[in-house]
């Protein structure tokens, strides 16, 4: 059974640091992994896709990086910001079910 | 271009009492998904529609479940209402089917939050 870990639950850092947020998996078969973002009471936005056959996908001052075989990502935030305060989850595709597996969360403030 | 859209934002039941939730998925999706997301937890899967038919199920009861339209909106129903039930409600959509999301995002809506009393 796959499960997702993501340690801490939460984190608090001063405006402008760089910082990283760890994703853990058991189950190394998967398809991709995503990671969203949820602001209080709303729904998920996605922010990175990556495939099983990539290491790394990067938009804009995030950039996430995948090692499947170790069943780690992470999520790294350059010069964060009061707006990148959310909940940052990762998930896992394994594509035997259709469904994500997903972790339950890391809670970011920017404090400004 | 709308996205996923879910309906009602939210809701406030009695135990025993039945409900439903609606969805449309974001255009040029054929595919949906509902989750639950109780309060400090991630998301869990619950079933997912294709082509009108239930095509996968999470361990969730007999007491939920789902119909989707030819025009692929769908709906989840929850019978019996439990105190247990309250939780974020989430549709997600997506593009083929049992590929889910093999190769796009998958993308979700803002959610319905219900309240069991």
């Known amino acids: 059974k796959q499960e997702v870990t993501q340690i801490p639950a939460a984190l608090s850092v001063p405006e402008g640091e760089n910082l990283v947020l760890n994703c853990s998996f058991t189950?190394?078969?998967?398809?991709?992994l995503q990671w969203f973002r949820q602001d209080p009471g709303k729904g998920l936005t996605s922010l990175l896709l990556?495939?099983?056959?990539?290491r790394e996908q990067t938009s804009g001052r995030l950039n996430a990086s995948l090692d499947k075989s170790s069943g780690r990502s992470t999520l790294y935030i350059a010069a964060s910001q009061p707006g990148d305060s959310a909940t940052y989850l990762c998930?896992?595709?394994?594509?035997?079910?259709?469904?994500?597996?997903f972790g339950k969360g890391i809670t970011l403030s920017v404090r400004p | 271009d709308a996205g996923v859209t879910q309906s009602p934002t939210h809701l406030i039941k009695t135990r025993g009492q039945q409900v439903t939730l609606r969805c449309s998925p974001k255009?040029?999706?054929?595919?949906v998904s509902w989750y639950q997301q109780a309060l400090g937890q991630g998301p869990q899967f619950i079933f997912q529609?294709?082509?009108?038919?239930?095509?996968q199920r999470g361990n969730f009861p007999d007491r939920f479940s789902g119909h989707q339209f030819p025009n692929y909106s769908s709906e989840l129903n929850v019978n019996a209402l439990l105190l247990g039930d309250s939780a974020l409600y989430l549709c997600?959509?997506?593009f083929g089917g049992g590929a889910g999301p093999l190769n796009s995002p998958l993308h979700f809506g803002n959610g319905t939050r219900l309240t069991v009393t």
């Open positions: 990556i495939q099983s056959s990539q």
């Open positions: 529609y294709y082509e009108e038919e239930e095509r």
């Open positions: 189950d190394s078969a998967i398809y991709n």
């Open positions: 997600a959509s997506s």
């Open positions: 255009s040029g999706h054929d595919t």
């Open positions: 998930a896992v595709y394994t594509g035997a079910n259709s469904k994500l597996t």
